[in-house]
Nanobody, 124 residues
Framework: QVQLVEFGGGLVQTGGSLRLSCAAS????????MGWFRQAPEKEREFVAA????????YNTDSVKGRFTISRDNAKNTVYLQMNSLKPDDTGVYYC?????????????????WGQGTQVTVSS
């Protein structure tokens, strides 16, 4: 079983930055692909970014390319999401997720483990 806890959400003005962290329990973090998803009010959960188990391959949705960076530190069992140049459309609850899939997926149903989420609000 994998437990995930997110940190770092908050309120920020347009153009500002936030860094989200997700700490994972267990000894097999380096075998897990990790992803970040977000959900705005009355919208479906959407893919934001993902990183494979050793951190060599990353994937971002088009709307965050050039602004968000996903990274991981396997020694600390932690994955990060650095968010720069934030926009009001980035507002939502951000979730960290883990998968044992060999190929790092971008769809929520391929992730077996989820954190509780952290709120990110970008004011205009």
């Amino acid at each position: 079983q994998v437990q995930l806890v997110e940190f770092g959400g908050g309120l920020v003005q347009t153009g500002g930055s936030l860094r989200l962290s997700c700490a994972a329990s267990g000894r097999d973090f380096s075998t897990l692909g990790m992803g970040w998803f977000r959900q705005a009010p009355e919208k479906e959960r959407e893919f934001v970014a993902a990183i494979n188990k050793i951190g060599l391959n990353t994937y971002n949705t088009d709307s965050v390319k050039g602004r968000f960076t996903i990274s991981r530190d396997n020694a600390k069992n932690t994955v990060y999401l650095q968010m720069n140049s934030l926009k009001p459309d980035d507002t939502g609850v951000y979730y960290c997720a883990a998968t044992r899939s060999v190929v790092t997926p971008i769809t929520p149903n391929r992730y077996a483990y989820w954190g509780q989420g952290t709120q990110v609000t970008v004011s205009s």
